[in-house]
């Protein structure tokens, strides 16, 4: 059987056979998960590696959805290509190691057309490594609208966001009080979402539901927006009071008898005082 002290050297071996074999090793790469489209501030993408001392012809890329779009082959200066052509900066330096200094990418002013899957790739003579993330450029909506619908039983509420992009996710609840913690989906009937050919941007609605009995005067409808992998939210309350024209009788008189009764007791109160 191996003794303890044959065990590790056999390991150490293995472990510095490894290294040797595996020259290159990216050791991380940073990409933002989101940034916001057009915003005129600069994201930094970095790709941190790892080279032997002996490692020749070192070559550094970054691709966007397959397409090379950086390249840098010391000790020649980096090149910007294809779709991020005019819009990287070339001065970038993320260290100050002749084998690193332009490793990272800066964009300016990313838009929505440069969002997707980000690769570096790190290639040496004998050896090459690579790393991928996603990174998303989202459009927060023009417009976010919640409005109300009603007939003699139920109240349909219809909240629409404009030009938003990538798609995002809408829902309708209701609370009482501006309790946001006890908040009640509402059902939802309807739904729809449209993509501008054009702009590639969406138009989306939804349609929730509620039985106007269960309607209190006062109660707040909320309409929450959330962009997918961004963390951006949206909120757009309205304040629901119901459209006297659109009560059915049973309901009208239930809301007139109340207010009669409270306005009585408050004449009442005024002429005895």
Known sequence: MFQFSELVFVYLICSQSHIFLNGIQINYVQVPAAV???SNRSAILDCNYSIRPDDTELIVKWFLNEE?????????????????????????????????????IKINNPT?????????????LADEDFSMKNMIVFEPEAKLIIRKRMDDKYVN??????????SPKLFLYKDIKNNLYNKIRLSIVEWDVKKNPNTGKYTVFIVG???????????????????????????????????????????????????????????YLLGNY
Do not use: M
Not at 112 to 124: L, M, R
């Open 68 to 104: 090379l779009i950086y390249q840098w082959i010391p000790p020649q200066s980096p090149q910007s290509l294809g779709t991020l052509k005019d819009n990287i900066d070339l001065d970038y330096k993320a260290s100050d190691d002749p084998k690193t200094v332009y490793r990272a």
């Open 157 to 166: 509420f219809t909240c629409l966001a404009s030009d938003v992009y990538p």
């Open 112 to 124: 929505t057309q440069i969002a997707g899957e980000y690769k570096c790739q790190v290639s040496t």
């Open 36 to 38: 916001r489209n057009n």
């Open 209 to 267: 539901v509620d039985h106007l009995a269960e309607l209190e005067p006062g109660t707040l409808i909320h309409c929450e927006l959330k962009i997918p992998g961004t963390g951006y939210v949206k909120l757009k309350t309205l304040l629901y009071y119901p459209d006297f024209y659109t009560l059915g009788n049973g309901c009208l008189k239930h809301w007139l008898n109340r207010n009669l009764i409270f306005y009585a007791f408050t004449l």
